[in-house]
Structure formats: structure tokens, C-alpha cells
């Protein structure tokens, strides 16, 4: 459940470079050294009076020792989200990561070695008005709701043994201190169940007032198994159920299938179900939120938005997760965090910033994690919400891989049925989107920005078949 490796995941993923792995030679290259900053294309009405640019438009880049893959920083007060440099026609270029906050933004570009270029200043702004950041994107014509279970403050059960001792009066009385109305509790990992998660434990809680959701860490190696773990949860009394889903089942999309169907054969189509797993779905192209979060399966996301483990900031970690997350439609119920000790500022800003984009739930892990402090810190009364610059939608183009084009091409195959739903963004899927911009009125790019996002997710999605 905890990102320990996250930070270095992504670094490795993305060629962002990480500590230990760089050569000594590589550790005395000089720096790259930026001299200038353009627009792309350089006729944007925005700049005609200096870098003035929104998310997702691109941002031309020139000095010395510049080389693709290079890590791209944008920097602000509160946060920085990084991206790779890239050479294209117009030279070295790279798009501003969603995410970016609105304003003046600094950019340096990093070699291998982590060295550092000097910084040049760009202006962010806001993007063409679109709907508020939206928790519940309309797909298919109708929004999301939050189902009742997922409603409200929760914390995470990982042992009920190491969580007040397992004392259940005492985990009420610290729950209603804080606000808490759900406790989410380990009910299996894989196909095995825990014996924790129990019918007495279940009725022990809710005579205490409190709402009891079980969750499964899974695998991916046996998806009927797991399945019927799972099942087990909800005939012991569950009011949701979550699924944590996480590196083990990268690339498992005909498991995810299987395991999603089977769950449903046996608790319902209507039943609660969430999705908790990586925020940064970019980061994870391989992991099938399609399918965990896609027609019949989980109802809820609880980005598991860990911003101490990412290295970023609670703004910048917040509005990536957003921006990339939103997407997938169903309303999202960030999952923050108290383990590793993150300030009492850090912990009311998460609920501050989570409550200016709309989110109606919201949880912590984990129980046995968080200090007494921390719980004060929680059962303080809301902050007041603070209203961010919308973050932007996943800007996707030619050449682009992963879930992210699947969610795109399962909505465009409504209208273009002979499209393949593979996860790469070919010539094929250009034309297909283009034909749609073009019958929908929109700027005929062949790329996603946050109107086309929004209008695609208006068509109904086209199963796959992962078998």
C-alpha cells in the first residue's frame, strides 16, 4: 500500500535519472545551460507579450548540452512537476506537465548526472473556461455519483491488531474525535483471507457508528481466486469494498478482466466498489485503470496520493492526480497520507486543496501510522476549501502508449468501429480523432486537449476483450 519505491519508479521509468545509478564520467559533465524560451508555434496570440502559455501547449527550448530524455522542471512557491525533453521538427521542445500551476514558472533542464541548467521564466495561464475540475465526469451522458459508503472521512485498517491495540472503543472514540465515518479494513491479500476482517468485527463497528469497507491487496495470478476473497468481504457485512491494485498487475489486463467479471458475478452490478492504486497514471501506462475503473467495475477512485513518498508538494501531487485521473470518470476520493511523518501544514492543505476541486470523500493511510498529533491535527475543524486553477486534461498525440490512449480509443471506437483498441496512438487513432473534432466543431489537432477530453467522454465506451 506504502510508495516507498514510487519516487525512484518513476525516475527510472521516465529516464529522470536517480541517485547511484549515474557513471562517474557522467557525474562531471557539465550542466546544460538554457538561453531561450519560445513559444510553439511562435504565433500564439498568448505570447505576444512574453512566454505565455497554458497547459498542455508546448514550449520550445535552446542552449547547449541539451539531449532527449533530459529531465524538464516547472517550478513554482508551492510545488514543481517534471517532464523529458524532447527533439521534434521544431526543435528541442516539451508540452507544460498537467498539473502546472498558474503563473510565473520557472524552467531548468537536468542532464543525467542531476546537474541542474540555470533557470528561465515562463508565464502559466489559465486554460480556455471549461467546466470546474470535476470529480465526477459526465461519461456517457451522466455524472458519477459518490456511492453513500465511500462518503465523508475514512482512515486505513492494515492490521486492527496495531490500530489501538485492536481496542474497538477506542477506535470509535478516536474516530468520532476526528470525523472519521469509515474505517477501511485488510480483508485479504490475494486469494487468502485475513481472518481480521469478520462478521463480529463488522457488527462490533457499526454498533459504534462507524461504516466498515474491506480491501484487497491483488496480484493478478489468480483473478477467480481473488474474487472470491473478496466476495467472502461482503458477505461478512462490508458497506464498500476496495480494490488495491499496484505494480503486480502492470500489464495483467486479461486477469484485471477475469477478476473484475467474477467479482460482479458474485456480489452485484450495484454493490460499492472503489479502485486504489498509483495517482499518477502517466507514470503507470501499463496498469489497467481501464478495466478496474471501466464499464462494470470499481465505481470510486482513491488515488493513492502519497506526496512525501513522490517528492512533490500536497498542490502539485493534488493537481497531476487530477488532471490524469479525471478522465476515467468515476468520482475521486483521494487517499492521503500519515505515515513518514508529513506536517500538520501538509495534512490541512491535502484537506484544504481536495476540498476546492469538489472531492466528497476522502481517507488517510494508515491507522496505526498516525500519530497523536496527527490525529489532532485531523479532528481539527475543515479548513476552508482553496479554489486552484482548473489542472488541465492528459494531452495525448502521436506516438503515445498506455492506458491513458486505451480509455481514448475504447470511446473513439464508438464512432470509428474499426478502430484497434492497443494503447498506441498511430496514424489510425489520429484520423479517428480528427473526424470526430471535425464532427463535433473543435480544432482539428488529432490531439487531446480539455475540450476534446470532454466531448469524447460523451460517447459510450467499447468493451475489449483481453482474453
Same mark, same amino acid.
Given at each position: 500500500m506504502t510508495l516507498k519505491v514510487l519516487a525512484l519508479t518513476i525516475l527510472v521509468a521516465f529516464g529522470l535519472g536517480a541517485a547511484g545509478t549515474s557513471s562517474p564520467a557522467q557525474a562531471a559533465t557539465t550542466a546544460p545551460k538554457l538561453t531561450k524560451v519560445r513559444c510553439v508555434p511562435r504565433t500564439l496570440a498568448s505570447c505576444n507579450a512574453g512566454v505565455r502559455l497554458a497547459?498542455?501547449?508546448?514550449?520550445?527550448?535552446?542552449g547547449q548540452r541539451l539531449k532527449a530524455g533530459q529531465r524538464v522542471t516547472f517550478r513554482w512557491s508551492k510545488g514543481a512537476l517534471a517532464t523529458r525533453l524532447v527533439k521534434d521538427r521544431t526543435g528541442w521542445t516539451v508540452r507544460v506537465p498537467a498539473g502546472t500551476a498558474v503563473g510565473r514558472i520557472a524552467v531548468t533542464v537536468a542532464n543525467g548526472a542531476g546537474r541542474r541548467s540555470n533557470r528561465l521564466v515562463i508565464t502559466v495561464i489559465?486554460?480556455?473556461?471549461?467546466?470546474?475540475?470535476?470529480?465526477?465526469?459526465?461519461?456517457?451522458g451522466a455524472a458519477r455519483g459518490l456511492p453513500a459508503a465511500f462518503d465523508g472521512d475514512g482512515m486505513w485498517v492494515w492490521y486492527v491488531s496495531q490500530s489501538d491495540g485492536g481496542d474497538l472503543d477506542a477506535i470509535a472514540e478516536r474516530a468520532a474525535a476526528a470525523g472519521v465515518k469509515t474505517v477501511f479494513v485488510k480483508?485479504?491479500?490475494?486469494?487468502?483471507?485475513?481472518?481480521?476482517?469478520?462478521?463480529?468485527?463488522?457488527?462490533?463497528l457499526?454498533?459504534? =457508528?462507524?461504516?466498515?469497507?474491506?480491501?484487497?491487496?491483488?496480484y493478478g495470478e489468480?483473478?477467480? &481466486?481473488?474474487? /472470491?476473497?473478496?466476495?467472502?468481504?461482503?458477505?461478512d457485512g462490508a458497506d464498500c469494498f476496495v480494490i488495491d491494485a499496484e505494480t503486480q498487475y502492470e500489464g495483467r489486463y486479461a486477469s484485471a478482466q477475469r477478476y473484475v467479471a467474477a467479482l460482479r458475478a458474485k456480489i452485484g452490478a450495484d454493490y460499492p466498489v472503489g479502485l486504489t492504486s498509483f495517482p499518477y497514471v502517466d507514470y503507470h501506462p501499463r496498469l489497467p485503470y481501464s478495466v478496474f475503473l471501466g464499464p462494470g467495475g470499481a465505481q470510486v477512485n482513491l488515488p493513492q496520493t502519497y506526496w512525501d513518498d513522490i517528492g512533490v508538494s500536497v498542490d502539485a501531487v493534488s493537481a497531476k492526480t487530477l488532471a490524469n485521473n479525471r478522465i476515467y470518470g468515476?468520482?475521486?476520493?483521494?487517499?492521503?497520507?500519515?505515515? =513518514?511523518?508529513?506536517?500538520?501544514?501538509?495534512?490541512?492543505?491535502?484537506?484544504?486543496?481536495?476540498? &476546492?476541486?469538489? /472531492?466528497?470523500?476522502?481517507?488517510?493511510?494508515?491507522?496505526?501510522?498516525?500519530s497523536d498529533a496527527q490525529w489532532a491535527v485531523l479532528s481539527e475543524p475543515a479548513p476552508a476549501p482553496v479554489v486552484l486553477p482548473d489542472p488541465g486534461w492528459p494531452l495525448l498525440e502521436k506516438g503515445s502508449t498506455g492506458d491513458q490512449v486505451i480509455w481514448l480509443q475504447q470511446?473513439?471506437?464508438?464512432?470509428?468501429?474499426?478502430?484497434?483498441?492497443?494503447?498506441?496512438?498511430?496514424?489510425?487513432?489520429?484520423t479517428a480523432l480528427q473526424t470526430f473534432q471535425a464532427a463535433r466543431g473543435l480544432p482539428v489537432t488529432g490531439e487531446t486537449d480539455a475540450a476534446t477530453w470532454q466531448a469524447v467522454l460523451t460517447l459510450p465506451v467499447t468493451p475489449a476483450d483481453w482474453s
Amino acid at each position: 500500500m506504502t510508495l516507498k519505491v514510487l519516487a525512484l519508479t518513476i525516475l527510472v521509468a521516465f529516464g529522470l535519472g536517480a541517485a547511484g545509478t549515474s557513471s562517474p564520467a557522467q557525474a562531471a559533465t557539465t550542466a546544460p545551460k538554457l538561453t531561450k524560451v519560445r513559444c510553439v508555434p511562435r504565433t500564439l496570440a498568448s505570447c505576444n507579450a512574453g512566454v505565455r502559455l497554458a497547459v498542455g501547449q508546448k514550449v520550445q527550448l535552446s542552449g547547449q548540452r541539451l539531449k532527449a530524455g533530459q529531465r524538464v522542471t516547472f517550478r513554482w512557491s508551492k510545488g514543481a512537476l517534471a517532464t523529458r525533453l524532447v527533439k521534434d521538427r521544431t526543435g528541442w521542445t516539451v508540452r507544460v506537465p498537467a498539473g502546472t500551476a498558474v503563473g510565473r514558472i520557472a524552467v531548468t533542464v537536468a542532464n543525467g548526472a542531476g546537474r541542474r541548467s540555470n533557470r528561465l521564466v515562463i508565464t502559466v495561464i489559465a486554460a480556455t473556461p471549461v467546466p470546474r475540475p470535476s470529480v465526477a465526469v459526465a461519461v456517457g451522458g451522466a455524472a458519477r455519483g459518490l456511492p453513500a459508503a465511500f462518503d465523508g472521512d475514512g482512515m486505513w485498517v492494515w492490521y486492527v491488531s496495531q490500530s489501538d491495540g485492536g481496542d474497538l472503543d477506542a477506535i470509535a472514540e478516536r474516530a468520532a474525535a476526528a470525523g472519521v465515518k469509515t474505517v477501511f479494513v485488510k480483508s485479504a491479500d490475494g486469494a487468502t483471507i485475513w481472518k481480521q476482517f469478520s462478521p463480529e468485527l463488522v457488527a462490533e463497528l457499526h454498533q459504534r =457508528g462507524l461504516r466498515v469497507c474491506s480491501w484487497q491487496f491483488v496480484y493478478g495470478e489468480d483473478p477467480e &481466486g481473488e474474487a /472470491a476473497a473478496a466476495a467472502q468481504s461482503v458477505r461478512d457485512g462490508a458497506d464498500c469494498f476496495v480494490i488495491d491494485a499496484e505494480t503486480q498487475y502492470e500489464g495483467r489486463y486479461a486477469s484485471a478482466q477475469r477478476y473484475v467479471a467474477a467479482l460482479r458475478a458474485k456480489i452485484g452490478a450495484d454493490y460499492p466498489v472503489g479502485l486504489t492504486s498509483f495517482p499518477y497514471v502517466d507514470y503507470h501506462p501499463r496498469l489497467p485503470y481501464s478495466v478496474f475503473l471501466g464499464p462494470g467495475g470499481a465505481q470510486v477512485n482513491l488515488p493513492q496520493t502519497y506526496w512525501d513518498d513522490i517528492g512533490v508538494s500536497v498542490d502539485a501531487v493534488s493537481a497531476k492526480t487530477l488532471a490524469n485521473n479525471r478522465i476515467y470518470g468515476a468520482p475521486i476520493a483521494p487517499l492521503g497520507q500519515t505515515y =513518514g511523518s508529513p506536517s500538520a501544514a501538509d495534512l490541512r492543505r491535502f484537506r484544504a486543496v481536495w476540498a &476546492g476541486y469538489g /472531492a466528497k470523500g476522502l481517507s488517510w493511510w494508515s491507522w496505526q501510522a498516525t500519530s497523536d498529533a496527527q490525529w489532532a491535527v485531523l479532528s481539527e475543524p475543515a479548513p476552508a476549501p482553496v479554489v486552484l486553477p482548473d489542472p488541465g486534461w492528459p494531452l495525448l498525440e502521436k506516438g503515445s502508449t498506455g492506458d491513458q490512449v486505451i480509455w481514448l480509443q475504447q470511446h473513439l471506437a464508438s464512432a470509428a468501429p474499426t478502430l484497434s483498441i492497443d494503447g498506441k496512438f498511430t496514424a489510425a487513432t489520429v484520423t479517428a480523432l480528427q473526424t470526430f473534432q471535425a464532427a463535433r466543431g473543435l480544432p482539428v489537432t488529432g490531439e487531446t486537449d480539455a475540450a476534446t477530453w470532454q466531448a469524447v467522454l460523451t460517447l459510450p465506451v467499447t468493451p475489449a476483450d483481453w482474453s
